[in-house]
């Protein structure tokens, strides 16, 4: 199957297109959401799914690696300012890669999973003027790394998770970014204070909070300042949700 995969992407990429429909790659973003390209009516994931163990297609605006890169994709990648969007299923974009990223500059949507991207790393991406949603489950910054974000004027949807990510202190960086429409913490403990600092998001759709150590009372607070916020709580609505199971797309 892997080498029927491989002779497909090369006779693709020979083709000049990079189509691996039924190559057994995920031909979508786990998260459910949508691409950047097929929002734009452009090229859809589907037809853009790359393995990440061959050459990249150098015509392709959107790359999906479903193992870790080697050096030389990465150098690959150096410099291609038609990328929309970039995918790392398997990792592992760290500081050390953080040059290159900062050499994508047409990014719009970026996915880094396995991937301890830290402080250094979070502040290269503000070169990626572009970028509109930014997914980094694994990631290895501190509230700073998020503060250095606040230039991304078109940044709309925000998916972070990290050891080093707590406190009320991550709020803060994060309201620090009011044009966000989605915010997504994975496994960070905000408590009832960090939610009250969430309140300033002013235009916030969709809040999605895992282990985040919220109180009932607080949440009162909250949809009573924000009552149209369409929330999650470890994966499941809230009760007060006032869109119950209709998942509305931010603009």
């Known amino acids: ?132 949603d930014l997914n980094v489950p694994q990631a290895a910054c501190t509230a700073e790394g998020i503060r250095a974000l606040a230039s991304l004027e078109h940044l709309r949807s925000l998916r972070l998770g990290g050891p080093r990510l707590s406190g009320k202190d991550v709020c803060e960086a994060v309201a620090s970014l009011p044009q966000l429409r989605s915010l997504h913490l994975i496994d960070v403990p905000i408590g009832d204070d960090g939610l009250a600092v969430l309140q300033r998001l002013p235009g916030l759709w969709n809040l999605y909070l895992d282990g985040a150590g919220v109180s009932d009372e607080a949440w009162e607070r909250y949809f009573r300042c924000r009552p149209r916020v369409h929330v999650h709580i470890d994966q499941a609505h809230h009760d007060r949700d006032p869109r119950g199971h209709l998942h509305e797309q931010a603009p």
């Open 1 to 132: 199957m892997r080498q029927h995969c491989r002779t497909a992407y090369w006779l693709a990429l020979t083709l000049g297109a990079a189509s691996l429909v039924g190559c057994g790659f995920a031909t979508h973003d786990p998260t459910g959401e949508p691409s950047a390209a097929a929002a734009r009516g452009g090229k859809s994931e589907a037809n853009s799914d790359v393995n990440s163990h061959s050459k990249s297609d150098t015509n392709s605006d959107v790359i999906i690696a479903r193992a870790p890169l080697t050096d030389a994709e990465w150098e690959s990648l150096r410099g291609r300012t038609s990328l929309r969007e970039l995918l790392l299923e398997q990792g592992r974009a760290d500081d050390s890669r953080a040059e290159i990223l900062a050499t994508l500059t047409g990014l719009e949507r970026l996915v880094l999973r396995d991937s301890p991207l830290g402080d250094e790393g979070f502040r290269s991406l503000v070169e990626c003027h572009a970028l509109r």
